[in-house]
C-alpha cells in the first residue's frame, strides 16, 4: 500500500501526476502512475457569507486559515466571514502571529507594549495584547512610535510589509517565483518607499498578482483579500 501526502500550491486546480513503483515478494516489481484530480473549492463550509456567486475566489484561501485556526468568523456563531469588510490592524496582527509567530513565541512574555494596547481580561484583549507585543519586540511593528492604532483599517501596502518583516523576521523565504515585476503594474511608483521592497518581493513571488495591473497600496485591503494573500505565503 501506498501512504503519504500531497502539497499543492494555493489556487491550484488540475490533474496531479505521481509515478510510483512497489515491490512484491513473489511478483517482483510494479510501475505505474496515480493520477489526482484537485479542484478549486467553489464556496466555503464554514461561513454562509463567502459563496460561490460572490466570493469563489476566496473560499479555499478563507477555509484553509479557518481550519488552521488562522482566522475566525465575525459573529457570535462563527458562521459569517464578512469578506468585504476592510481589516483593523488588531485583526490583521492577529492573523499574522497565529500564522507565523505563536507556535515560538506564545510563551514569550510581554513585557513592553503599545500605550493603546491593554491586556484587559477576555481572550481576544489577551490574545491581542500577546501578538502585537511579540510584533513589538521582534521589530516587525513600530507603530507610530507609541500608539498601534488597533482599530484603525490597514492598507495594503502596510499589511505587505508586515508580511514580509515577519517573513524576514521568522526566516522564511518563498520558493514559488513569478514571471511578473514591479514594471508589470502601473502604481507601482505610488508605493511608499518603506514597502516598496516587501512588495517587489511579494510580486517576484507570485503573494501578489494586483487587479487590473495596479496594486492599490493606499487602498484598505479586505478581509477576503488578506486571506488569499496569506494562504499564498503559507502555501508557496
Given at each position: 500500500?501506498?501512504?503519504?501526502?500531497?502539497?499543492v500550491t494555493?489556487g491550484?486546480?488540475?490533474?496531479?501526476?505521481?509515478?510510483?513503483?512497489a515491490?512484491?515478494?513473489k511478483?517482483?516489481?510494479?510501475?505505474?502512475?496515480?493520477?489526482?484530480?484537485?479542484?478549486?473549492?467553489?464556496?466555503?463550509?464554514y461561513f454562509n457569507d463567502?459563496?460561490?456567486?460572490?466570493?469563489?475566489w476566496?473560499?479555499d484561501?478563507?477555509?484553509?486559515?479557518?481550519?488552521?485556526?488562522?482566522?475566525?468568523?465575525?459573529n457570535?456563531a462563527n458562521?459569517?466571514?464578512?469578506?468585504?469588510?476592510s481589516i483593523?490592524?488588531?485583526?490583521?496582527?492577529?492573523?499574522?502571529?497565529?500564522?507565523?509567530?505563536?507556535?515560538?513565541?506564545g510563551d514569550y512574555?510581554?513585557?513592553?507594549n503599545?500605550a493603546?494596547i491593554?491586556?484587559?481580561?477576555?481572550?481576544?484583549s489577551k490574545e491581542?495584547?500577546?501578538?502585537v507585543?511579540?510584533?513589538k519586540?521582534?521589530g516587525i511593528?513600530?507603530?507610530?512610535g507609541?500608539?498601534?492604532?488597533p482599530?484603525k483599517?490597514?492598507?495594503?501596502?502596510?499589511?505587505?510589509?508586515?508580511i514580509y518583516?515577519?517573513?524576514n523576521?521568522m526566516?522564511?523565504?518563498?520558493e514559488?517565483?513569478?514571471?511578473?515585476?514591479?514594471?508589470d503594474?502601473?502604481?507601482?511608483?505610488?508605493?511608499?518607499?518603506?514597502?516598496?521592497?516587501?512588495?517587489?518581493?511579494l510580486i517576484?513571488?507570485g503573494?501578489?498578482?494586483?487587479d487590473?495591473?495596479?496594486?492599490?497600496?493606499?487602498?484598505?485591503?479586505t478581509?477576503?483579500?488578506?486571506a488569499?494573500?496569506?494562504?499564498?505565503?503559507?502555501?508557496?
Amino acid at each position: 500500500f501506498l501512504t503519504g501526502q500531497l502539497y499543492v500550491t494555493a489556487g491550484f486546480s488540475g490533474t496531479v501526476k505521481i509515478s510510483y513503483t512497489a515491490y512484491g515478494e513473489k511478483n517482483g516489481t510494479y510501475k505505474g502512475t496515480l493520477s489526482l484530480k484537485v479542484s478549486t473549492k467553489t464556496k466555503s463550509i464554514y461561513f454562509n457569507d463567502v459563496t460561490a456567486s460572490s466570493y469563489s475566489w476566496a473560499s479555499d484561501a478563507v477555509d484553509f486559515l479557518r481550519y488552521n485556526n488562522v482566522v475566525n468568523g465575525t459573529n457570535n456563531a462563527n458562521t459569517q466571514y464578512s469578506p468585504k469588510n476592510s481589516i483593523t490592524r488588531a485583526h490583521f496582527m492577529l492573523m499574522l502571529y497565529r500564522a507565523f509567530l505563536e507556535e515560538d513565541y506564545g510563551d514569550y512574555k510581554v513585557t513592553s507594549n503599545f500605550a493603546d494596547i491593554s491586556k484587559g481580561t477576555s481572550d481576544y484583549s489577551k490574545e491581542l495584547y500577546q501578538a502585537v507585543g511579540v510584533a513589538k519586540y521582534l521589530g516587525i511593528t513600530n507603530g507610530d512610535g507609541t500608539n498601534y492604532n488597533p482599530n484603525k483599517n490597514i492598507t495594503r501596502e502596510e499589511a505587505m510589509a508586515l508580511i514580509y518583516r515577519t517573513l524576514n523576521e521568522m526566516d522564511i523565504d518563498l520558493e514559488y517565483t513569478s514571471t511578473k515585476d514591479t514594471g508589470d503594474f502601473s502604481d507601482y511608483s505610488k508605493v511608499s518607499s518603506y514597502a516598496k521592497d516587501p512588495i517587489k518581493y511579494l510580486i517576484e513571488h507570485g503573494v501578489v498578482v494586483g487587479d487590473s495591473g495596479k496594486i492599490n497600496p493606499k487602498s484598505n485591503i479586505t478581509r477576503a483579500e488578506m486571506a488569499v494573500i496569506l494562504h499564498r505565503v503559507l502555501t508557496y
